[in-house]
T-cell receptor, first 114, second 114 residues
Framework: AQSVAQPEDQVNVAEGNPLTVKCTYS??????LFWYVQYPNRGLQFLLK??????LVKGSYGFEAEFNKSQTSFHLKKPSALVSDSALYFC????????????FGPGTRLSVLP | DGGITQSPKYLFRKEGQNVTLSCEQN?????MYWYRQDPGQGLRLIYY???????QKGDIAEGYSVSREKKESFPLTVTSAQKNPTAFYLC?????????????FGPGTRLTVL
């Protein structure tokens, strides 16, 4: 069975500092991995995904994520945080098998302090 | 929010009443999903449909029903059998046959039981 863990409920970072939001996953085969962001009372917005190839994936708004197969991790990163990055972040995994559904982590709330 | 509309944005339900949440997409996606989000929790899958006239139960289908008569529409009915329906409901769609495709989300409907 697929599963996703986001070990931190809350991450606080000062504006201008680098940020990392952690995600680990478990799948039976090869994973497709995704990051989404959610602002209050809004739907989820897609940030980036890992399908295959380069382990460092670049996405929207300056975010990037590093896929590490040996550690089964897919951490979200940004070199310099903005106050406007404050939101709820979700990691999701989808098994490569046909018809597999997305499984979402519990979310990590990021607060960027001015 | 990427070609998916949900209505209404806010919905109030009285005890014992059925209510229907609308979800429409113009992305020509075959697969559509309904998720429930509670405060401090991730997304839980209610129902999903991979193709028109077919749908399957997700992890928390009890007290909910759906239909998929048209490709672009996937309404969710919250029945009186759902004892704790107050939550934020999110609809999503994707093209399922390519597993690396991300989901697109609607803006959500917030349902409150009076």
């Amino acid at each position: 069975a697929q599963s996703v863990a986001q070990p931190e409920d809350q991450v606080n970072v000062a504006e201008g500092n680098p940020l990392t939001v952690k995600c680990t996953y478990s799948v039976s085969g090869n994973p497709y991995l995704f990051w989404y962001v959610q602002y209050p009372n809004r739907g989820l917005q897609f940030l980036l995904k890992y399908i295959t190839g380069d382990n460092l994936v670049k996405g929207s708004y300056g975010f990037e994520a590093e896929f590490n197969k040996s550690q089964t991790s897919f951490h979200l990163k940004k070199p310099s945080a903005l106050v406007s990055d404050s939101a709820l972040y979700f990691c999701a995994v989808r098994d490569i098998g046909y018809g597999q559904n997305f499984v979402f982590g519990p979310g990590t709330r990021l607060s960027v302090l001015p | 929010d990427g070609g998916i509309t949900q209505s209404p944005k806010y919905l109030f339900r009285k005890e014992g009443q059925n209510v229907t949440l609308s979800c429409e997409q113009n992305l020509n996606h075959d697969a559509m999903y309904w998720y429930r989000q509670d405060p401090g929790q991730g997304l839980r899958l209610i129902y999903y449909s991979q193709i028109v006239n077919d749908f399957q139960k997700g992890d928390i289908a009890e007290g909910y029903s759906v239909s998929r008569e048209k490709k672009e529409s996937f309404p969710l009915t919250v029945t009186s059998a759902q004892k704790n329906p107050t939550a934020f409901y999110l609809c999503a769609s994707t093209q399922p046959f390519l597993g690396g495709n991300e989901q697109f989300f609607g803006p959500g409907t917030r349902l409150t039981v009076l």
